[in-house]
């Protein structure tokens, strides 16, 4: 059988998991084996492993129970059958001084459920005595899957945490990962479906695919729990990044949310970054020069981004057609930079916008005035964090705010709001009811003061915007 016809399957078989829901936990049927490790080597009772020492190697499909701890040593897939293995793993705690612990250097597939109930660990060298691959603590050469309701840590000293270098999906479980370089990585795709994930990393990013052919480099997030806290990127693709529901946390990055086509449909979204929060990017491109390819597109869920440069940074287009969107850019930097900066258009469709900053938006053209409206009063001095900014039509609060950073300019879109129509603008007074970000579902202007009269919606004076 070709490779090409082994993938074949494998992706079909693949498919099929990923239509039937998270992997529950341990197979029905009696695995092929159960490897029992020793400290120093193991013990099993099955067949299709071979034990060398502390070297134990699985030699064809099949589901194989792994429990028990092995001091210095390693569990190896290697086989050139067609079919997926399932590795089961069971309170196991594989080190290795030398190399990777778990590893795949051929197969189909490989699926690693982490059993209910189970505490499993992965410690790597801080050293590998091989040359390029394994290069990851758990590393797959194959597609590979990681399901089950038990917990996973993965201690990656060398480099990276979790690596497929085909497409890697998170199912379920509690997978922990403190890595040197980049926690989770699948080259062609990453795809997170459900669990709870917890990154860190000192010197690289906390999940990303990086393939740079067209078609892969594509982060999938549809729901889970991501808790990331990095030194270089915090969820990256290199060609696409798709959030369409989960719970992310990004509370230490360089930039947090990242790709070249970046799309937000749903989920909940926190991310702190000490450049951009929210980046597309192309590459090759001169700074502030317009990128036909990337984009930023919000069309559901909750964003609030604090980014030590922009809040959003698009190469391209960035547009909000949907959901809740708070935007913190810089405090200190303005002109070039914003809460909101694009390098082509900025477009407001629906949804709801809060952006501040030095700058509210950093844009080369005009915002459309066209479209669902939005105002972008100009303050004559700096308001010190926590301060409260009203939005008001007569009488009525239109909107309320209280900013986490120091600001000069604030933008507010929302279906609120009538471009062309004149608004009051207060400082001060109360805020209530639901808290995203800042942005409160109530406000009252009681002993606020007004600072801006007749501000004209759809119209804006600031940042850098070059028709």
Do not use: C
Request: aromatic share 4%; no cysteine; charged share 15%.
């Amino acid at each position: 059988m070709t490779s090409t016809t082994r993938r074949t399957a494998a992706l079909a078989g693949l498919t099929a998991t990923l239509l039937a829901g998270p992997l529950a936990g341990a197979a029905v049927a009696a695995p092929t084996a159960t490897i029992t490790l020793t400290g120093s080597g193991a013990s099993v009772s099955g067949s299709n492993v071979t034990v060398s020492g502390s070297a134990i190697t699985i030699t064809a499909p099949g589901s194989y129970q792994i429990s028990g701890t092995l001091n210095n040593g390693y569990v190896k897939v290697d086989t050139a059958a067609a079919g997926t293995v399932e590795l089961i793993l069971s309170g196991a705690s594989i080190t290795n001084s030398a190399s990777s612990p778990l590893y795949v250097t051929d197969a189909d597939a490989v699926t690693v459920t982490l059993a209910a109930g189970t505490t499993n660990r992965l410690t790597d060298a801080t050293t590998y005595t091989n040359a390029g691959e394994p290069d990851a603590a758990l590393f797959s050469a194959a597609d590979l899957t990681i399901g089950g309701t038990g917990s996973l840590t993965v201690q990656a000293r060398y480099q990276d945490g979790i690596v497929s270098k085909d497409d890697l999906v998170i199912q379920s479980g509690t997978i922990t990962v403190n890595a040197v370089d980049d926690a989770i990585r699948g080259k062609d795709s990453l795809t997170v479906n459900g669990g709870t994930i917890i990154v860190t990393s000192t010197g690289g990013d906390g999940l990303k695919s990086n393939d740079t052919e067209a078609g892969k480099g594509v982060v999938n997030i549809t729901n889970g729990t991501i808790s990331v806290s990095v030194a270089d990127d915090g969820i990256k693709g290199e060609n696409a990044l798709n959030i369409s529901g989960g719970t992310i946390n990004v509370t230490r990055s360089y930039e947090a949310l990242e790709a070249l086509k970046l799309t937000i449909s749903g989920g909940n979204s926190t991310v702190v970054a000490s450049d951009d929060a929210v980046n597309a990017a192309e590459e090759g491109l001169g700074h502030m020069e317009p990128s036909p390819n990337a984009f930023i597109r919000v069309t559901g869920g909750t964003v609030v981004a604090t980014g030590g440069t922009d809040g959003f940074d698009s190469n391209g287009e960035l547009t909000f057609a949907g959901g809740t969107v708070v935007a913190n850019g810089s405090s200190t930097r303005g002109g070039g930079e914003g809460a909101l900066d694009t390098d082509a258009t900025l477009t407001f469709t629906g949804g709801t916008v809060v952006g501040a900053g030095l700058t509210s938006m950093a844009v080369f053209k005009a915002v459309p005035n066209t479209g669902q409206g939005w105002v972008a009063p100009r303050f004559s001095t700096t308001y010190a964090a926590n301060t409260i900014v009203h939005v008001v039509s007569g009488s009525t609060v239109l909107a309320s705010f209280r900013a986490s950073k120091s600001f000069r300019e604030v933008v507010i879109s929302s279906n609120r709001i009538t471009n062309g129509q004149r608004y009051d603008v207060y400082t001060g007074g109360s805020v209530s009811g639901t808290n995203v970000g800042g942005l409160y579902t109530g406000g009252s202007i009681s002993g606020a003061t007004r600072v801006l009269t007749g501000v004209t919606a759809g119209q804006y004076s600031g940042g850098i915007i070059r028709p």
